[in-house]
T-cell receptor, first 110, second 116 residues
Framework: GQQLNQSPQSMFIQEGEDVSMNCTSS?????WLWYKQDPGEGPVLLIA?????ELTSNGRLTAQFGITRKDSFLNISASIPSDVGIYFC??????????FGTGTSLTVIP | EAGVAQSPRYKIIEKRQSVAFWCNPI?????LYWYQQILGQGPKLLIQ????????DSQLPKDRFSAERLKGVDSTLKIQPAKLEDSAVYLC??????????????FGPGTRLTVT
């Protein structure tokens, strides 16, 4: 099946630093979604992207839909302790079957 | 607005036993999804309903897993008989149909299943 690869797999950063992570696929996606999952909870939708090249912000979070439509990027500015969690990219592949990425685990050190 | 409800939150069973999970989506959301999330991995779609019809169940192990959404609202996912490798969190999500946001899924807290 479709594989969405996320990198890095994990990150350890100091509070206040900026964070960048990305997601790549082997096939074209027409929608990219970014989710955050806290321990013991379901994923929470952060940002949705619907157009190649689109740049969308949600507070300190900014996500971009790659021009090739095979990748997407998420940036977090001025990280805070509550940013800790696992970040997933996701989207519908051709045929509309929905896939999630492998996840990036973020740890923020106060 | 109430979120997606799931029950139970935790379940421990022995292999070869049966188990069922329940999900109530956000009011008005016609599309309902069941995912399996194994520890350390992203969620994997098992089945997608639109109203009470199945849209996609290509990754559902149909020899042991079944799901239904009889009245187009609540849904039940069943495993019979369970195997050790079924230990995972089972997530339910829902979304609206059509428009700009058909893929924006909202998740419940999940049911953590442990098979011993």
């Amino acid at each position: 099946g479709q594989q969405l690869n996320q990198s890095p797999q994990s990150m350890f950063i100091q509070e206040g630093e900026d964070v960048s992570m990305n997601c790549t696929s082997s096939s074209i996606f027409n929608t990219w979604l970014w989710y955050k999952q806290d321990p013991g909870e379901g994923p929470v939708l952060l940002i949705a992207l619907y157009k190649a090249g689109e740049l969308t912000s949600n507070g300190r979070l900014t996500a971009q839909f790659g021009i090739t439509r095979k990748d997407s990027f998420l940036n977090i500015s001025a990280s805070i302790p509550s940013d800790v969690g696992i970040y997933f990219c996701a989207g519908p592949a051709t045929g509309n079957q929905f896939y999630f990425g492998t996840g990036t685990s973020l740890t923020v050190i106060p | 607005e109430a979120g997606v409800a799931q029950s139970p939150r935790y379940k421990i069973i022995e292999k070869r036993q049966s188990v069922a999970f329940w999900c109530n989506p956000i009011s008005g959301h016609a599309t309902l999804y069941w995912y399996q999330q194994i520890l350390g991995q992203g969620p994997k779609l098992l089945i997608q309903f639109q109203n009470n019809g199945v849209v996609d169940d290509s990754q559902l192990p149909k020899d042991r897993f079944s799901a239904e959404r009889l009245k187009g609202v609540d849904s039940t996912l069943k495993i019979q008989p369970a195997k050790l490798e079924d230990s995972a969190v089972y997530l339910c999500a829902s979304s609206l149909v059509g428009g700009r946001t058909p893929y924006e899924q909202y998740f419940g807290p999940g049911t953590r299943l442990t098979v011993t």
